[in-house]
């Protein structure tokens, strides 16, 4: 069954970059005619940022997307701030309920349209994944085909080094307070096929280096909950907090981790003796690692 659900995965991100290659092309046509006809001219430099998630359908997800987004109208006061989805499947589920959100490459086609010169794109993915690759091919396209004199995409929460070390420093100070020293930590990153998946890996065996009762499994990669499960029961656990490590708490969380069917998380843990405490709060509720996206941020407009 893992195996069907991976080739659907690949499947829908085959057909997704054939979308983007086409809309990609679309804008191509409509910038080379603005280009013609505006030969010549001297551009006065007009910024913006851009900030792209996978996005929500969830309601609740809000929360998150609101506080990044007012921590980068603050940080960066004077640079207009526009957003993306790069799932379509979101943005159809969004647009059933009258909410319209951009595709990356659709945003910033209305943003070329709109004069802007510089545009610093920031992924507010947590890996250097699959969504992160396809952004950038987008980029790639609009870097290519001269729309913008500068077009910079920032680095998703963990991409390097210094990132995990950041993003360690800000598991710390946001988990329970309640929670004793002999209890487990679990965090649920979302998996992905893509070789990025070994950040989960190595985020873990660097957090543990601090506290060996912290873990961080994946939905869709590795480690599974499974490998979890057993490493908390050879440490005769008794209690664990599941926390979501992804920017919202939604499905995933709310369903995979958290819900009452038989191959939750919290359910497969409950089963095995260890009882469990959801926290239904994504990463980006917690200004600690939007700190890091905002980060991210400065160093690409830095550049302009």
């Not at 609740?60 to 989805?85: C, E, G, L, R």
């Not at 009452?260 to 709060?281: H, N, Q, R, Y």
Request: hydrophobic share 45%; charged share 25%.
């Amino acid at each position: 069954m893992k195996r069907l659900f991976v080739l659907k995965k690949i499947m829908e991100r085959r057909i997704s970059t054939i979308a983007v290659f086409i809309m990609v092309i679309f804008c191509t046509i409509i910038v080379a005619g603005e280009a013609s006809a505006k030969h010549g001219e001297k551009k006065e430099v007009k910024k913006a940022i851009l900030l792209v998630a996978f996005g929500s359908s969830e309601e609740s997800s809000q929360i998150s997307f609101d506080n990044i987004d007012k921590k980068t109208k603050a940080a960066f006061p004077d640079v207009p701030v526009y957003w993306a989805y790069t799932s379509h499947i979101i943005r159809n589920k969004l647009a059933k309920q009258g909410k319209i959100l951009d595709a990356p490459e659709v945003a910033l086609g209305k943003m070329r349209a709109e004069g802007f010169t510089h545009v610093a794109v920031q992924s507010l993915h947590t890996i250097l994944g699959e969504e992160y690759d396809e952004l950038k091919k987008v980029i790639d396209s609009f870097k290519y085909m001269g729309g913008f004199e500068k077009i910079i995409l920032g680095y998703p929460l963990m991409a390097t080094q210094d990132d995990i070390v950041k993003v360690i420093d800000a598991i710390l100070k946001n988990i329970p307070k309640q929670r004793k020293a002999n209890e487990a930590v679990v965090l649920m990153g979302h998996g992905t096929p893509h070789p990025a998946n070994a950040f989960y890996a190595a985020l873990m065996f660097q957090i543990q280096l601090k506290d060996s009762n912290i873990f961080v499994g994946t939905v869709e990669g590795y480690p599974e909950i499974d490998d979890i499960k057993e490493l908390m029961l050879n440490k005769k656990i008794k209690k664990a907090y599941l926390m979501p490590f992804m920017s919202v708490a939604g499905d995933h969380a709310k369903n995979d981790m958290a819900g009452d069917d038989a191959d939750s998380w919290k359910s497969l843990l409950t089963k095995a003796g260890i009882e469990s405490e959801a926290i239904l709060k994504g990463t980006a509720e917690f200004d600690d690692f939007i700190n890091i996206w905002i980060d991210h941020l400065k160093v690409t407009l830095s550049h302009f």
